[in-house]
């Protein structure tokens, strides 16, 4: 089980960080994402990061702002994002995946989402 949180209104530049804390025993063989989904759009990854932290991926539209970290120990990914923009508004879900990538078929468990709404 996935529980997401952190999300709120921020101002565009501003930051926020997002956490998602995992239960069962099994969360340090998992890679995590997160992804987003804004109304009226489809659901988009994020950013990835490896079952060992060692290797993370991102999306385009948020290199150099956000950042994937995860405490396997308190079971927990985070994301810290930088310089949001408006753009950035979505709900935020955070995924397990036993293989990585950025395709939502790729990851099995999912959590509940949160939402990030960036005022212009």
């Known amino acids: 089980q996935l529980q997401a949180s952190g999300g709120g209104l921020v101002q565009a530049g501003g930051s926020l960080r997002l956490s998602c804390a995992a239960s069962?025993?099994?969360?340090?063989?998992?890679?995590m994402g997160w992804f987003r989904q804004a109304p009226g759009k489809e659901r988009e990854f994020v950013v990835g990061i490896a079952w060992s932290g060692g290797s993370t991926w991102y999306a385009d539209s948020v290199k150099g702002r956000f950042t994937i970290s995860r405490d396997n120990a308190k079971k927990t990914v985070y994301l810290q994002m930088n310089r949001l923009k408006p753009e950035d508004t979505a709900v935020y879900y955070c995924?397990?995946?036993?293989?990585?990538?950025?395709?939502?078929?790729?990851?099995?468990?999912w959590g509940q989402g949160t939402l990030v709404t960036v005022s212009s």
């Open positions: 995924a397990a995946s036993l293989y990585g990538g950025s395709r939502p078929t790729a990851y099995t468990y």
């Open positions: 069962g025993r099994a969360f340090g063989s998992y890679g």
